[in-house]
């Protein structure tokens, strides 16, 4: 049941198993705003974890990388990922989230989400810690674009964007199929 609605609620519910769907997802969760969606992933992080991020991202994802991961002790880096050689050559042992927005906020710069997937998934191969592939889907929605198709472990989005048609709700909702990574950010809720 229901015990506490901060933790969950019906309403909360169905409308996380509606995205869920729409992702083609096994799990979606609903948190505030796409920046809360941004601080519940980064708190998978712990300190000397190393995150790369697409060179062309939101800046508000930026500034929380930058200015309050970097203070936890995480490694931030960027890298161009329409040139597959920087972004292997960017990849690291302790590299734990990969992060990328396709099309970018706001340039709407197009990356190969697919292409990106493989390289991490030759990464993780020969890596003892796993990255984490997380793709800000905002600018698309779920309707245009499935990340978690295209070989993400979770795809994000600001609900606020196109899901909703701007501006008028504020949410975000962060999606995935894996079990460990849905009791993590569950809690993290």
């Known amino acids: 049941g229901y015990i506490y609605t ?3 609620n019906p309403s909360r519910h169905g409308l996380e198993q509606v995205v869920g769907k729409l992702d083609g997802a096994k799990y979606s969760i609903a948190v505030s705003s796409g920046m809360a969606a941004v601080a519940v992933i980064a708190h998978l992080l712990k300190t000397g974890d190393h995150i790369l991020v697409e060179e062309n991202i939101y800046g508000g994802t930026y500034h929380y990388f930058n200015d309050f991961c970097k203070k936890m002790g995480t490694q931030i880096s960027d890298a161009d990922f329409t ?8 990849l690291c042992q302790n ?3 990969v992060w990328l927005e396709s099309p970018s906020n706001p340039y709407t ?4 989400i697919n292409a990106v997937s493989k390289i991490i998934h030759d990464h993780n191969m020969s890596s003892k810690e796993k990255a ?3 793709v800000d889907n905002s600018m698309m ?3 245009f674009q499935r990340p978690l198709e295209l070989g993400a472990d979770i795809a994000m989005c600001a609900g606020t964007k196109y899901i909703n048609g ?4 504020l949410i975000g909702f962060i999606s995935m199929n894996r079990d460990d990574l849905h009791k993590e950010l569950r809690k993290l809720q």
Request: no cysteine; hydrophobic share 35%; net charge positive.
């Open 95 to 97: 590299t734990k989230i």
């Open 132 to 134: 984490i592939f997380v």
């Open 83 to 90: 040139n597959p050689s920087e972004v292997i050559k960017k």
């Open 166 to 169: 701007h501006s008028d709700v």
């Open 141 to 143: 929605s779920p309707y």
């Open 109 to 112: 710069r197009v990356i190969d």
């Open 6 to 8: 901060r933790m969950d």
